[in-house]
Structure formats: structure tokens, C-alpha cells
């Protein structure tokens, strides 16, 4: 099992920044890839931005030269930095990691922008 936990969510102003993180435990060693979903008011999960063990990433592109995924080498942690937050930014993020075929999720933190 591989237990995850999100953490740095909270109420920022647009044009702002946040970071997340999102730490990772238990059976970690066979993890093929993190990832970073978020699930806006009233919508669908969505992939945000992903990462594998060989750090490739993806992102959405709605988030494209604004976040940045990035795992910790030793892969305990992966973070979202998260700058030039917008209105539409505002969900509940999610992490994900996939080992193997099974895919296991965090409880999720909430990002609010607003004035």
C-alpha cells in the first residue's frame, strides 16, 4: 500500500502563489509515476501536472508555464509549485500515484483564489 497525504492548501489572492506537497509512505519503491489532479466546484477530476520515476512530466494546459511538478530524489515528496493563481485555479488537489496497476489517492487539500 502506498499512503498519501496533501498538505499547503489555503486561501491565496489571484496573481499569487502557493506550494503544495504531498508525502509519500509505505510502499514506495515500485511507484511508476505522481501526479497532481484537482477537482473544481460542480466538475470532474482533472489531471493537473504529472511526473514519473525518470522525471518526465505533463501538464495541463491550462497550468503550463505557471506550475511546476517536482519530486523529492529520494521520492518521499512531491511538490506543486503554483504561481500567477487564478480564479479558475480553485478546486480541491488531489495526489495520485500509480504503482504497478494499482493507483492510490490522497484526501485532497483546498486551494481558493479569490480577492
Known amino acids: 500500500q502506498v499512503q498519501l497525504v496533501e498538505s499547503g492548501g489555503g486561501l491565496v489572492q489571484p496573481g499569487g502563489s502557493l506550494r503544495l506537497s504531498c508525502a509519500v509512505s509505505?510502499?514506495?519503491?515500485?511507484?511508476?509515476?505522481m501526479g497532481w489532479y484537482r477537482q473544481p466546484p460542480g466538475k470532474q477530476r482533472e489531471l493537473v501536472a504529472a511526473i514519473t520515476t525518470g522525471g518526465i512530466t505533463t501538464y495541463a494546459d491550462s497550468v503550463k508555464g505557471r506550475f511546476t511538478i517536482a519530486r523529492e530524489n529520494a521520492g518521499n515528496t512531491v511538490y506543486l509549485q503554483m504561481n500567477s493563481l487564478k480564479s479558475e485555479d480553485t478546486a480541491v488537489y488531489y495526489c495520485?500515484?500509480?504503482?504497478?496497476?494499482?493507483?492510490?489517492w490522497g484526501r485532497g487539500t483546498q486551494v481558493t483564489v479569490s480577492s
Open positions: 495520485q500515484a500509480t504503482r504497478i496497476i494499482n493507483v492510490f
Open positions: 509505505g510502499s514506495i519503491f515500485s511507484i511508476n509515476s
